[in-house]
């Protein structure tokens, strides 16, 4: 009505009859319960309310415009629930991050870290799409990124004194660098301390960095400043970094970050950057 001018032109124009129009208009008045229109014998204007519901009317054509245009675009949006293992939480994740933000703006990411067994009960429980965890070597769980060699590590100052319990500085119960810990002590029968239990990655950093003791790394996510370390400790172990959840459908947004993760290639250990 506020474009076409009148009744007649407003129904040409929606390929509506005239009072299948005034009826809507009238409905309209109705349920706001204002005067829309001032109508006479030769002209229909617009009342003060009636501007206002325009203004209104021409704001929700437009949201409802973006949002099919949002939707319809050539881009994939959504939103993606991801679990990321601790130790991948650094500069080669983050430099995958910021490409998937690139080149998928409207896909929103959910990004949970943590100790990789909570992630895969997570996953199975339905509250991620993919988990980016590591796992025993062997296990038949997800895609291989990679296998990794597991290293004890500390700063370039750390000494290990023959016959003192090994201090260790843990993930807590259930990380599985620290059952592989504990488990490679006892194999070699080596006496060891828990010095000091960190639930995130900075706090097991700093800890080793304070000199509290030695962890557990796989060898290509070596933190910056810590270094592998011999001391007369025993072998470890390897681990395997995988890809677990769902084979998502090719062209989803869960789909374009699997295949940005798995094309991203392993870390490169601390030693070479």
């Known amino acids: 009505m506020a474009d076409s001018g009148g009744f007649s032109s407003a129904a040409r124009a929606l390929g509506l009859g005239q009072p299948a129009v005034s009826q809507h208009v009238r409905k309209l008045e109705a349920a706001v319960g204002r005067s829309l229109l001032m109508r006479d014998s030769h002209t229909v204007e617009l009342t003060g309310d009636g501007e206002a519901m325009v203004g209104f009317a021409r704001g929700i054509l437009g949201r409802h415009q973006q949002a099919l245009d949002y939707f319809s675009g050539p881009e994939p949006s959504g939103r ?90 843990v993930y807590p119960e259930p990380g599985i660098t620290r059952a592989r810990a504990l488990a490679a002590l006892e194999r070699e029968q080596r006496s060891w301390r828990v010095s000091c239990t960190a639930d995130r990655l900075n706090g097991l950093v700093m800890a080793v960095r304070a000199g509290l003791g030695v962890a557990v790394f796989a060898r290509s996510v070596v933190p910056e400043g810590l270094v592998p370390i011999d001391g007369g400790l025993p072998a470890l172990d390897q681990i395997e970094f995988v890809l677990s959840g769902r084979i998502p459908v090719r062209g989803t947004p869960a789909s374009a970050l699997v295949d940005m993760i798995a094309d991203a290639g392993r870390p490169e250990a601390a030693g070479a950057r």
């Open 80 to 169: 993606v629930r991801l679990g990321v293992s601790e130790d991948l939480v650094s500069d080669w994740f983050s430099r995958i991050a910021q490409r998937f933000q690139r080149l998928h703006p409207r896909v929103d990411l959910d990004l949970t870290a943590g100790l990789s067994a909570p992630l895969h009960d997570r996953l199975t429980r339905g509250e991620l799409d993919i988990a980016l965890i590591k796992q025993p070597g062997g296990e038949p769980s997800g895609r291989l990124l990679w296998r990794d060699e597991l290293v004890w590590v500390g700063t370039p100052e750390t000494t290990i004194v023959p016959g003192d319990p090994v201090p260790l500085v």
